[in-house]
């Protein structure tokens, strides 16, 4: 929908400014104890700028309407033009509400018992996706203030992962090094748990990367700095969540994103999906080593393991039988630590220490969904994506922001498959995916 009033611009600058703090004052934020106190330092950010944005928008819409700075007839017009993603979202919230006026923690859902992830942080996540679909724009210095903050980040980890401990993120004499022997968990950068940076990653690569193929001028081409920085971070960290999510999103993305006709992108469509097929073949057939090969050969021939995927197969079979007995509506939003679920242990032979741990989350965006939301919540999430998914297929090709925004979108949801929501890194692909959905709802 074209934004042509006055009203309109107010929102649009204030994405414009929630857009801005989310890349320097929340990528950055961190407490002076440093990952000791990280997640509070990032809670109270989150709470302020994602908030506080969500807030100032509810805030404006009727302050406008009074002021005539908008009309009743333009706010049902855009209410009118909300698209599937958008109403998918809402319901997927609205259901949310409800398991957590359902649960029987319902005291303890509004915040979440172990990660934050209650009903106030969902309901943030969807509002800052919704509102930035209807008023967020992308413009080209997005790009570079993206890449300018990953960089920064990037030469954090960097710094890190060679055993230097920039900030004192690290307590005392401690460094990276130190992870699962000193202290429990990999942390990295101003963000702390490495599954949590890997997702942060898939999306902060992902856009840079589609930005340098699809953006005009000489300059775009800084941005490889940035891209490459963060893509050794990755490599370096080696989370298989993470390398899941950005090489194969990237490879199914190709299609789409890079500027081919339409022939063209049908016979790489068509490479791909053969590529995938001989992939698997040959993993049915040879086992090839340890680590995720050997479990894909396994799995592909029914032996599974409850070691598998770093113990993930345990978590989801334990979730799993739990599931049934509140299929509709859930036990309500960041609840699970009462399910008392069987611990997680196994042996670090290369640390030589027994790993212990306990199970407050699915290690499964979608599966943490259906246990603690419901069925209902899941299909309408599901729905938004797949919505979101269908028109980014059409229009990605025409769009250089529907590619770059589709893609980091893409390459996130498969991490998610193995990985966690949590307020450090979630709004990120929240903003992305509010963003796609924006970019496919503008007429051209």
């Known amino acids: 929908m074209k934004q042509k009033n006055r009203s309109e611009s107010v929102f649009t600058k204030l994405s414009y400014v929630f857009i801005v703090l989310m890349l320097t004052v929340f990528l950055f934020r961190f407490d002076s104890s440093g990952y000791g106190g990280i997640t509070e330092a990032k809670l109270t950010a989150f709470n302020v700028i994602c908030g506080g944005y969500v807030i100032l928008t509810l805030i404006l819409i009727p302050a406008c309407l009074a002021t005539e700075n908008m009309n009743k007839q333009e706010l049902k017009t855009l209410v009118k033009e909300s698209t599937w993603v958008q109403r998918a979202l809402l319901i997927f919230m609205l259901f949310t509400v409800i398991s957590a006026l359902l649960s029987p923690y319902r005291g303890e859902t509004w915040v979440g018992v172990s990660r934050y992830e209650g009903v106030r942080t969902i309901c943030i996540y969807v509002l800052c996706a919704v509102f930035l679909s209807s008023f967020g724009r992308v413009k080209p210095w997005m790009a570079y203030l993206l890449g300018g903050s990953v960089l920064c980040f990037s030469a954090i980890c960097i710094a890190q992962l060679f055993g230097a401990n920039p900030f004192g993120l690290y307590p005392g004499e401690l460094n990276y090094f130190g992870a699962g022997i000193d202290y429990s968990g990999a942390y990295l950068g101003t963000i702390g748990n490495t599954d949590l940076v890997a997702g942060f990653l898939c999306v ?63 016979i790489v469509a068509i490479t791909i999906v053969l590529l995938y097929i001989i992939a698997l073949v040959f993993l049915c057939f040879a086992d090839i080593g340890s680590g995720m090969l050997h479990e894909a050969h396994e799995l592909l021939h029914g032996r599974v393991s409850d070691t598998f995927g770093s113990g993930r197969i345990h978590i989801w079979r334990n979730v799993l039988e739990k599931i049934p007995d509140n299929l509709w509506f859930g036990t309500g939003p960041d609840t699970m630590s009462y399910a008392k679920l069987e611990a997680f242990t196994r042996y670090d032979a290369d640390k030589g220490v027994e790993l212990v741990a306990e199970i407050d989350t699915a290690h499964n965006e979608y599966l943490n969904i259906l246990y603690h939301q419901g069925i209902i919540a899941l299909l309408a999430y599901l729905a938004a994506l797949f919505s979101a998914a269908a028109k980014w297929i059409k229009r990605g090709n025409v769009s250089p922001v529907s590619a770059a925004c589709g893609a980091a979108v893409l390459c996130y949801c498969i991490q998610a498959f193995f990985g966690i929501s949590m307020f450090l890194t979630a709004p990120f692909f929240w903003m992305t995916l509010g963003l796609l959905d924006g970019s496919l709802r503008q007429k051209r």
């Open 204 to 266: 902060a690569i992902t856009l840079l990367w589609v930005s340098v193929v699809r953006m005009k001028g000489k300059l775009r081409f800084l941005l490889l700095i940035p891209t490459f920085a963060a893509l050794f971070v990755l490599l370096k960290m080696s989370v298989m969540a993470g390398l899941v999510g950005f090489f194969g999103g990237t490879v199914i993305a190709l299609p789409v994103v890079l500027p081919l006709s339409s022939k063209t992108r049908k």
